[in-house]
């Protein structure tokens, strides 16, 4: 029941922090590539997950001792 | 509590020779009144209304066979949206007492409700509603607003209706990053309340969950009834993520979408509310990459001025640091090419130097006719200032 796939809200409030951070902020050279290419990252991340096109739907079912468990359903 | 008890507990005082006095019977009576009844309902016919200054409301409740002076706290009809009108059926909730200065018997009226409103499932609804308000469960300083980019979505509704189906549609054409957890409950007879409850609660042991719709698709009014439940209403309001009651047509309102954090007129609007738009988030997207390749385009020219140094100004030591500097700016100049706004960085920045090599930033440092070199892209040239 844990979700695995990263996070798209926390990919870009990153993202957007460095952007804020790179145009704002007098840093050197040394933090503006890193922030950088952290950037990247989270765009590549970001633009990943809008690329997915089929939706996840599952049924949440509950075990007889209580544990939740999520069958794949189609609707 | 059963009916009135008059000889009960203190049948001495009935027994009792002496004669009474007025206010001690009168009191008496009060109190055996008090105690024999618990609140109730009555229906009847209102007469005689009167408001005083206080805001106090006193009127009759009447029917074929007798009648009942009312008394109603201006605390309680605070709340009425309108004063009943004379003639007006009523639901009167009553506590029965006894004025004590007057002996007269009356009925304290803490709630009214026309029966015009509705029958019986009206006049529980209205109950409820009012229940949930003193709660503070119909606060709208209650709502939470629902996340901008869910990644889990649990459905409250019934397997088999269209809601589902509706909802499942429009989360794929415009979100399909989500993941749509489905708790199947009842919406319709007898189960669905017990059923609803249920998955309303297990919703809140899904864990990363962000946000929870919970509906059903249009009907008869007699259909949608189960979200008018008070339990129902209280299992949405006690989610712990936020969450969007969506209930039959646009016309129908049910007491779940009073206590959601969001009302959705229908199961595909709940499913509108609940996600974002892929494209139009792919654009902002778009807007984020050119911001970043500007700012760092604007740190970039320092770079390049550091890098065309390393042969003549800087120690071996400093020198193996910008190399490795180096190689990072082409890894991420690679980086840059696939990220096609990023291409900013071959729009032409340059970096000029007077002789010693000091990077000219300011029109101060510059004389008339003084010569300087220009880094550019792929070389240096050389120019000369003119400032006259």
């Not at chain 1, 844990?2 to 952007?19: D, G, Q, T």
């Not at chain 2, 006193?58 to 709340?79: G, H, I, P, S």
């Not at chain 2, 936020?242 to 954090?261: K, N, R």
């Not at chain 2, 990077?359 to 510059?366: A, P």
Request: net charge neutral.
């Amino acid at each position: 029941m844990n979700a695995s796939k990263p996070s798209f809200r926390e990919e870009l409030e990153r993202l957007e922090a460095i952007v804020r951070e790179l145009e704002e902020t007098d840093i050197d050279l040394d933090r503006a590539l890193e922030l950088f290419e952290e950037g990247v990252g989270h765009l590549k991340t970001a633009r990943n997950l809008l690329q997915q096109s089929e939706l996840t739907v599952k049924r949440v079912l509950e075990e007889a001792d209580g544990t939740l468990r999520a069958n794949d359903l189609t609707v | 509590m059963g009916g009135l008890d008059l000889f009960g507990n203190d049948g001495a005082v009935v027994a009792s020779e002496r004669a009474w006095t007025v206010a001690e019977v009168t009191r008496r009576a009060r109190q055996l009144i008090d105690a024999g009844f618990t609140r109730l309902w009555v229906r009847g016919e209102l007469t005689g209304f009167k408001a005083y200054r206080g805001g106090h409301w006193y009127f009759t409740l009447r029917d074929a066979q007798a009648q009942v002076r009312c008394v109603m706290w201006r605390r309680d009809n605070l709340r009425l949206r309108e004063r009943p009108r004379e003639g007006n059926e009523v639901f009167a909730e009553v506590q029965p007492t006894l004025w004590e200065e007057r002996g007269e018997f009356r009925l304290t009226v803490r709630e009214l409700i026309p029966t015009t409103a509705g029958g019986r499932w009206q006049l529980e609804l209205e109950r409820s509603k009012i229940a949930l308000a003193k709660d503070g469960l119909l606060d709208p300083a209650r709502k939470r607003p629902i996340p901008i980019y869910p990644r889990r979505i649990a459905v409250v509704t019934s397997l088999d209706g269209a809601a589902l189906r509706d909802i499942v549609t429009i989360v794929e054409r415009r979100w399909p990053i989500a993941e749509v957890l489905v708790l199947a409950a009842r919406v319709q007879g007898d189960d669905a309340e017990r059923q609803l409850c249920h998955a309303l609660r297990t919703i809140n042991r899904i864990p990363n969950l962000d946000l929870a719709i919970v509906g059903r698709g249009g009907g008869s009014r007699e259909d949608l009834w189960v979200f008018n439940s008070e339990r129902v209403a209280r299992a949405v309001a006690a989610a712990n993520v936020p969450t969007i009651s969506a209930v039959g047509h646009e016309t129908d309102i049910s007491l779940t979408d009073l206590v959601a954090d969001v009302r959705a007129a229908t199961p595909s609007a709940a499913a509108e509310a609940a996600v974002p738009d892929r494209a139009a988030t792919a654009r902002s997207v778009d807007g984020i990459a050119r911001r970043l390749a500007k700012a760092l385009a604007s740190r970039t020219v320092v770079a390049d001025e550091r890098l065309s140094r390393t042969g003549d100004r800087l120690t071996a030591a400093t020198q193996g640091h910008l190399e490795r500097q180096s190689a990072r700016l082409e890894r991420i100049a690679g980086k840059l090419d696939a990220l096609s706004p990023l291409r900013v960085l071959e729009r032409g920045y340059a970096v000029a130097r007077d002789a010693e090599g000091r990077v000219l930033k300011q029109v101060v440092q510059f004389s008339d006719e003084m010569l300087f070199r220009l880094r550019v892209s792929d070389g240096e040239v050389r120019g000369r200032a003119v400032l006259k």
